[in-house]
């Protein structure tokens, strides 16, 4: 089924909205909060409390691209699940790994003090990536999006791991020196 017609059952409040997304989505969805969780059940429950927030947000969301909108809202509530069952301790895993990578670039302030700058933020990290070449925006998308590990990253591209690590690091270099310039 085509997406806005999912999204149209998502507005018409028909439950059938619910299993045209599992059918098409649910594979994608579990791969990203698995890649955050490693645990199939934990993922399993997060693809689940997607469709809920799914089913919540429409309406008055009418997202234009279902796949984003969808992956955007499995990531969060699998980033909120690993953080719950790490609060006391950091884990191990992909995800602490790429905070970490990620932690010399954006400092760890918590908050960002209005709604405004935080969309001034989000607008300057999209030209940033846009700028960058493709397969560094993608690499660097696999990594500090979907958590992908290096070694998977390498394995997609058919490059060496070194080569990804290397990548990274570049990308990280110019994002710090590109949000330090800008005063963040």
Known sequence: MEDHLIVDLYWQRNENAILETEAKYGRYLHSISYQILMNDEDAEECVNETYHDAW???????PSVLSAFLGKIT?????????AYNAEKRGGGELALA??????????????ETEVERLELQRK?????????????????CRYWYMDSVFDIAERFAC???KVKSMLYRTRKKLRTMLEKEGY
């Open 125 to 141: 990290l999209n030209a940033f990536l846009l700028a960058l070449p493709g397969v560094d925006r993608q690499v660097f998308v």
């Open 99 to 112: 905070l970490d990578e990620l932690e010399e670039c954006v400092s760890g302030t918590g908050d960002v």
């Open 56 to 62: 919540r947000s429409m309406p008055p969301h009418r």
């Open 75 to 83: 990531r969060r509530i699998s980033i909120d699940t690993w953080r």
């Open 160 to 162: 060496s791991e070194s």
